[in-house]
């Protein structure tokens, strides 16, 4: 059985929830034991008065420990799980937008799209073109291209430098033209995933958006 980050956080708080809860219950006992000795009150009590109102305190007062103990550690698992939570909300979706256009290159170039329209987890760099996989795990990857069909359009759908998946237009007459493709990629933390425009060929975008680049992270390994 795999367990993933949160799971395997969740379990080692459980853990130690119940090993506290083990040694102030082992205090107890012995508390009680202690408490149970026989002895004879100042004030005349008898020793069965006196070793009940000491164990009654003593129980008391490990029962408040222990609540105290694992209300905190209750508070704690609650924030280490919320915390993990923000870190696994890695989303991200943006165009070229409407100064959006390039090419042809003699090489290959690293496309940025400037128009962010959400970053949940800030995994995605607006300024380089690049998104970051902040922790490992399965994420999936969608792009358009948009161009007019009087020069021919290549994307690369890029991770680490190496293609994954691709789309190429070719030359064909002078009308609007729009190609997708998507995949889901494995990812290690610090992985990067890029597009990248092919050598001798071109992209457009305007203020409809039609040249995007979109990813997030499915569930984390």
Not at 166 to 179: L, S
Request: one cysteine or more.
């Amino acid at each position: 059985m795999h367990c993933t980050p949160s799971q395997l956080s969740m379990m080692m708080m459980m853990m130690m929830l119940m090993k506290r809860a083990l040694q102030l219950l082992l205090l107890l006992v012995l508390c009680c034991s202690l408490c149970g000795a026989k002895s004879l009150g100042d004030d005349g009590e008898t020793q069965e008065e006196v070793s009940s109102v000491r164990e009654k305190r003593c129980v008391d007062d490990v029962e408040e420990r222990l609540q105290q103990e694992l209300e905190k550690a209750v508070s704690n698992l609650k924030t280490q799980l919320e915390e993990q939570r923000k870190r696994e909300r890695v989303a991200f979706g943006a165009s070229l937008g409407s100064k959006g256009g390039t090419g042809p290159h003699n090489a290959g170039v690293t496309l940025v799209y400037t128009n962010v329209f959400a970053n949940a987890g800030e995994a995605y760099n607006p300024k380089t073109g690049i998104f970051t996989a902040p922790l490992k795990g399965v994420y999936y990857f969608s792009f358009s291209g948009h161009h007019l069909s009087s020069r021919s359009m290549g994307l690369q759908l890029m991770k680490n430098g190496v293609q994954t998946v691709t789309v190429y237009n070719h030359a064909a007459g002078n009308r609007y033209e729009t190609a997708t493709n998507g995949m889901n990629l494995l990812l290690e933390k610090g992985d990067q995933v890029y597009m990248r425009l092919r050598e001798h060929t071109w992209i457009m975008d305007n203020i409809n958006d039609h040249s995007t680049f979109v990813g997030h992270l499915l569930f984390p390994l």
